[in-house]
């Protein structure tokens, strides 16, 4: 049987469109996509492409949920589009929009230079806290060391919390929940000795304080790597280090 024969439902995607440089305002844009029951939104979407409306922008590059690219609102909430398949959604039309809290670049592609800038400004990487030569060997780690900070490992920069994140929609200053779980990753670890300068980094107005705990963060994680849990943890290390800021200063006076 040919892929098309298996082709017998269809489904209508209610599409944003967006064109900053020559569109007023997004609209929405309605197509009748065949499919079956193992496709994917991203694969719709990308039938969409081929056969209908070759002007349709979007992200995606693995297809397997790890690269983190296709994230997208699906009826109304942050999903990743190649992980999210069409038979698990309800009847009806499914409506795709770019991914709240971000400025739309064109269609269902939003601008990423602010998160990457939050993400650079956290130290994402090791800092050692004794430099070693090649001679010298490798940094060793306990299974207990790694499972300290494994999980946090796992974000895939999707930014599907930002998206939930009531607080950065409020306030796009603030650093968010992507960039709180990167930081708790590395200060977590323990080869790292950088914790101070991302505590600083994190102590001001937009800073890990400015989060109200709503905790949705977690929720529409692909990865389970519940930044709500980083932000808490980041919360006790930063109060810890500002009451040890003034201990030590009553101690130097």
């Known amino acids: 049987m040919s892929e098309a024969a298996t082709l017998t439902k269809t489904v ?9 440089a020559s569109d007023e305002s997004p609209s929405f844009r309605s197509f009748q996509v065949p499919y079956s029951d193992d496709m994917s939104v991203l694969q719709a979407l990308q039938t969409i492409k081929d056969t209908l409306d070759a002007t349709l922008s979007f992200r995606w590059s693995c297809r397997m949920a790890v690269c983190g690219s296709c994230g997208m609102m699906i009826n109304g ?8 398949f069409l038979r698990n959604l309800p009847p009806g039309p499914v409506t795709v929009e770019a991914l709240k809290n971000f400025p739309i670049e064109r269609d269902l ?5 602010d998160f990457v800038k939050k993400i650079e400004s956290i130290y994402p990487y090791i800092i050692p806290k004794e430099p070693k030569t090649v001679a010298q060997g490798t940094y060793l780690q306990t299974p207990a060391q790694l499972a300290a900070y494994e999980s946090f490992s796992d974000c895939i920069n999707c930014m599907l919390c930002y998206a939930a994140c009531p607080q950065f929609g409020e306030n796009p200053d603030f650093i968010g929940p992507g960039a709180m779980a990167l930081l708790q990753r ?15 980094a994190i102590a001001g107005e937009d800073g890990v304080w400015s989060c109200t705990a709503v905790g949705i963060c977690s929720e529409v994680c692909p990865k389970h790597v519940d930044p ?12 810890f280090d500002f009451f040890l800021h003034y201990l030590r200063k009553d101690a130097a006076q």
């Open 12 to 20: 209508e995607l209610r599409i944003l469109r967006y064109l900053p």
């Open 228 to 239: 709500a849990n980083a932000i808490n943890q980041n919360k006790t290390n930063s109060a």
């Open 109 to 113: 592609v939003v601008s990423v230079g």
């Open 186 to 200: 590395y200060n977590g670890d323990s080869r790292d000795g950088g914790q101070q300068k991302r505590l600083d």
């Open 77 to 84: 909430e942050p999903r990743l589009a190649c992980n999210t």
